[in-house]
């Protein structure tokens, strides 16, 4: 005998409801619909009473909640089981320990089977079937009656589920539209996108979309008109600039260029201007004056490095400069990642891969420079320091040899050739004041930064009055490091914000969010700094665990007064401060009394672990002050037994 639970579906993606057949079944008051809704977003899975409780009451329940909740189960499963005896119903709403569990086959609930539709489209697009992919992606969103979710969201505001379901049918609509474009369906996906559009008037992904959409059926004017309006929204409500995702867009819509999201129309030639790991994907915030200036000095230098302390955003930069500038090469443009390279043949190796060279075991420098030969284009060299002379030989054999290659180079450390220009890679900057009207003035890069990664773990996160000055103080702390503040934010999927500023105590231990798709010292933030700690030979790590016990800012003089007292070393300091500032550990400046010395907090934190390491941590110091009467060591360092300051 077929069951009621065979022909029970229950619909969340618009008004809540269950049906029977084609019969709408009657859920009774918004509380106990909010209870089917909340068990129909984990089906199969446990709920427990006191999360049913929470969503309910959102955390002030009643004294007879546990009682309300109860009937309201009890009603439900007497209405998806109505008609049928007792002895003979199918639980569909069982019973757990503690709790309740939506027993219903999955593909009943429009949520789940709009997934596994989406899940599916994705599998075909990966396999090369972008026009079935199409289809089944359209079936996918058919699923959805309303893409604003009110009901769902007035039975459960509280709920980061629904806010991420939401994302969920963004996501699979841009996916839609970017494969009707990419099938040569633009007409088919002009109403998605527009409705897209003006369900989400200042995502700029989804308005790049639509200006793209615009553009491929002719209505290049109304784009223009769109773009316009979208920039100055833009400048006032958020005070920022247009992403480079949908500046893109619209150079698109002017010069009729016909590609989505760097990929090339159907039955077009491929992308051979472009080879290796490809520019950001999102675009990069407050490098707009780097860009322009890197894009300067490649026009007068053939070999110019990028430089500057870990987590700074080096490669980030290297590739949005290197796609600035793509038109410029004939031959385009190719990536050698050498972040794992240590030796000679994997150097070479890296760079065979990322050319296309055949796969041998063995490779020459003169392959290279002979695959080279008569080519014009940029080559960027990304994360060199492991291998900085082996690299440093081959980009010298490379420009003797191919004039008409450019070499740009990342690197925390300079390789030192003659004809290398070089920029430093500064911080993001962040005030260290907070502004009396935060809406009166836009927010920094940084701050913009922490909201845009906050947002895509917490949707709905914004920069407001509330929240301004303790984003200011999570990026300040972190030094404006783009990777360390793109990893804080990563934490807000779980924490608050004084739950993420409790853990800046402590960064490179607290600041350890889970982080793939990038090489693996950008996994966490001790990691990044590390890898500058293991490019010091054993005198400079020596030397740099000793500064952990000075201040952020400090002399010569104090560097070897420490070194003297915890240490024991008579070393030639300024010549191993020099080398700490080549490393990228260290900056060097021109302050009152003559020439300063600072270390970035987050590095900072490494020395001060180091300190234990080394077993200068329960030294005493008897350090005088220097001859300018600056205060140099740091009172707070860990465990130090004392400090003496003799004037």
């Given amino acids: 005998m077929i069951g009621s639970e065979s022909l029970l579906a229950i619909q969340i993606l618009g008004r809540v409801r269950a049906t029977l057949g084609d019969v709408e079944i009657e859920l009774g008051p918004p509380k106990q619909r909010a209870v089917l809704a909340l068990l129909a977003l984990q089906p199969g899975h446990p709920v427990s009473l006191a999360e049913v409780t ?41 019973s757990v320990p503690g709790g309740y569990r939506l027993t219903i086959a999955e593909q009943r609930i429009d949520l789940q089977a709009f997934r596994h539709l989406a899940h599916q489209a994705t599998v075909l697009r990966e396999s090369k079937q972008p026009e079935h992919a199409f289809l089944m992606l359209g079936q996918a969103l058919a699923k959805w009656e309303d893409p604003q979710l009110e009901d769902l969201f007035a039975l459960l505001p509280q709920r980061d589920e629904v806010r991420l379901i939401r994302q969920e049918l963004i996501n699979a609509t841009l996916d839609y539209i970017s494969l009707g474009l990419e099938t040569g369906r633009a007409t088919s996906v002009l109403s998605v996108a527009e409705r897209l559009s003006e ?53 698109e819509v002017l010069d009729g260029s016909g590609s989505v999201g760097g990929a090339v129309e159907s039955g ?77 043949q994997d150097v ?12 041998s075991r063995d490779c020459e420098p003169w392959m290279l420079t002979e695959y080279l030969d008569g080519h014009q284009l940029l080559l960027v060299l990304d994360d060199t320091e492991l291998a900085l002379d082996d690299t440093a030989a081959l980009i010298d054999d490379t420009l003797r040899a191919n004039p008409g290659v450019v070499v740009l180079v990342t ?25 009396a009207d935060p809406a009166g003035r836009p927010p920094e890069p940084a ?14 996160f914004r920069l407001g009055p509330s929240t301004w000055e303790m984003v200011a103080t999570i990026c300040r702390q972190l030094d404006g490091l ?19 500023v ?41 030397c740099f665990a000793s500064l952990g016990a000075l201040a952020e800012d400090f002399c010569a003089e104090a560097a070897a007064a420490v070194a003297r007292e915890i240490a024991g070393e008579q070393w030639n300091m300024p010549y191993l401060l020099d080398r700490l500032v080549d490393k990228s550990v260290l900056e060097v400046y021109d302050g009152t009394g003559g020439r300063r010395y600072r270390m970035l907090a987050t590095v900072r934190a490494l020395a001060r672990e180091m300190l234990d390491r080394f077993g200068y941590a329960d030294r005493a110091l008897t350090v005088r002050s220097c001859r300018n009467g600056c205060d140099c060591l740091d009172a707070r360092a860990p465990k130090l037994a004392e400090y003496y300051l003799i004037s």
């Fill in 54 to 94: 929470a969503a309910l009451w959102e955390g002030k329940p009643p004294s007879s909640a546990s009682h309300l909740v109860h009937t309201y189960v009890a009603r439900l499963r007497q209405a998806l089981d109505s008609g049928m005896p007792r002895r003979q119903r199918t639980n569909v709403i069982g």
């Fill in 199 to 251: 369900m989400e008037p200042l995502n700029e992904m989804v308005q790049a979309r639509c200006l793209q959409t615009l553009a491929r059926t002719g209505q290049r004017v109304v784009a223009m008109e769109r773009y316009a309006v979208l920039r100055g929204r833009l400048q006032v409500e958020l005070g920022v600039d247009p992403s480079p995702e949908l500046e893109a867009a619209y150079r």
């Fill in 268 to 344: 077009s030639a491929p992308d051979r201007t472009w080879r290796g790991r490809g520019p950001v994907i999102d675009g990069l915030l407050g490098r707009a004056e780097d860009t322009r200036q890197l894009v300067r000095l490649l026009d007068r230098h053939r070999m110019v490095t990028l430089t500057g302390p870990p987590g700074v955003g080096k490669s980030a930069l290297a590739l949005t400069v290197a796609d600035a500038t793509r038109h410029r090469y004939s031959d385009g443009v190719i990536v050698v990642d050498l972040s794992t390279a240590r030796t000679r």
């Fill in 348 to 359: 070479l190796r890296a760079c065979a891969h990322a050319f296309g060279l055949p796969r």
């Fill in 411 to 435: 690197s925390r450390e300079l390789l030192g050739m003659p004809y290398e220009a070089v920029y430093q890679v500064r911080p993001l900057a962040v005030d260290a004041e907070i502004p």
């Fill in 447 to 460: 701050l913009q930064l922490f909201a845009r990664r906050a947002a895509q773990v917490r949707p709905g």
């Fill in 482 to 500: 783009p990777l360390a503040i793109e990893l804080a934010a990563a934490c807000m999927r779980t924490d608050t914000l004084p739950e993420l």
């Fill in 502 to 542: 409790a853990r800046l105590a402590d960064p490179l231990r607290e600041i350890r969010p889970t982080r793939r798709g990038g090489p693996s010292h950008h996994g966490s933030l001790r990691a990044a700094m590390y890898r500058s700690f293991a490019l010091l030979d054993a005198t400079e790590q020596r």
